[in-house]
T-cell receptor, first 113, second 114 residues
């Protein structure tokens, strides 16, 4: 079975532009998580979904960030407008249940100039 | 509130020697504990987990971890380190009181010298 698929792998854009990150979870997994990884703050949970419904978005930094999961096989994380401090690696992960391990994609390395 | 601490930023060990990567945690209820490994430019990969049962958990690639409730620890171990084990290791915890928010430690970089 294919793992979690994220696109793009790399994104470089200018400050103020809209950025959309995409994730396809493993088929049959009902939990989806978005994380951000930086050297300074480590791995931070931004938001997670259960059965396509957002459950906890307390980690979303501010209103510039939004996430959607329109169906069980697709999720997006959008930043509008983007700022240089948003530069990080963004990971998507999915799991079959809360007690099962999370399967991570290989991330999107985002650079905001 | 849940928290997890990995007290060492880096662990250095010679190939063939045993290795230990430390992790302590704090949760309100019973803990679900996980170890993950991250190689450069890759996502985290699951190594092992403790949910309940035997305190010694065996996982992938010869790794194991020991759950110690009294010390609230979940240290990762391997009897004989390989150079290919060099990577970034994360301990993670969530509790059983509701919600599925998993907290990750800051990570420990393991360097195995040939």
């Amino acid at each position: 079975d294919a793992g979690v698929i994220q696109s793009p792998r790399h994104e470089v854009t200018e400050m103020g532009q809209e950025v959309t990150l995409r994730c396809k979870p493993i088929s049959g997994h009902d939990y989806l998580f978005w994380y951000r990884q930086t050297m300074m703050r480590g791995l931070e949970l931004l938001i997670y979904f259960n059965n396509n419904v957002p459950i906890d978005d307390s980690g979303m930094p501010e209103d510039r960030f939004s996430a959607k999961m329109p169906n069980a096989s697709f999720s997006t994380l959008k930043i509008q407008p983007s700022e240089p401090r948003d530069s990080a690696v963004y990971f998507c992960a999915s799991s079959f249940s809360g007690t099962q391990p999370q399967h991570f994609g290989d991330g999107t390395r985002l650079s905001i100039l | 509130a849940q928290s997890v601490a990995q007290p060492e930023d880096q662990v250095n060990v010679a190939e063939g020697n045993p290795l230990t990567v430390k992790c302590t945690y704090s949760v309100s209820g019973n803990p679900y504990l996980f170890w993950y490994v991250q190689y450069p430019n890759r996502g985290l990969q699951f190594l092992l987990k403790y949910i309940t049962g035997d305190n010694l958990v065996k996982g992938s690639y010869g790794f194991e971890a020991e759950f110690n409730k009294s010390q609230t620890s979940f240290h990762l171990k391997k009897p004989s380190a390989l150079v290919s084990d060099s990577a970034l290791y994360f301990c993670a915890v969530r509790d059983d009181t509701g919600g599925f928010k998993t907290i990750f430690g800051a990570g420990t970089r393991l360097f195995v010298k040939a």
